[in-house]
């Protein structure tokens, strides 16, 4: 069984930064495909980046550039470091561990973008 927790949430105005933390409880991390998603009110949850345990990455075109995936395998943790945030980044984030046969999600965290 796999638990995850996030952090790192909050309200911030246009152009800041913040970084989003997601501790994995459980075994073999570093077999698992990471993933940040995020969902706004009415609408389906996103993809927003993952990282595979040796480093691999995928981004959604919306934040290229301005977000980074990062992973510490040793810790057990997940990191999404967001800049030059914006209002329509505004949502709740959700972190994500999953493997072939295996889908786990964490609570959420509400980021807040305000202008």
């Known amino acids: 069984q796999v638990q995850l927790v996030e952090s790192g949430g909050g309200l911030v105005q246009t152009g800041a930064s913040l970084r989003l933390s997601c501790e994995f409880f459980g075994t073999f991390f570093s077999v698992y495909k990471m993933g940040w998603y995020r969902q706004e009110p009415g609408k389906e949850r996103e993809l927003v980046a993952t990282m595979t345990g040796t480093g691999a990455t995928t981004y959604a075109g919306s934040i290229k550039g301005r977000f980074s995936i990062s992973r510490d395998n040793s810790k057990k943790m997940v990191y999404l470091q967001m800049n030059s945030l914006q209002s329509e980044d505004t949502a709740v984030y959700y972190c994500?561990?999953?493997?072939?046969?295996?889908?786990?999600w964490g609570q959420g965290t509400q980021v807040t973008v305000s202008s």
């Open positions: 994500n561990a999953r493997t072939s046969s295996s889908a786990y």
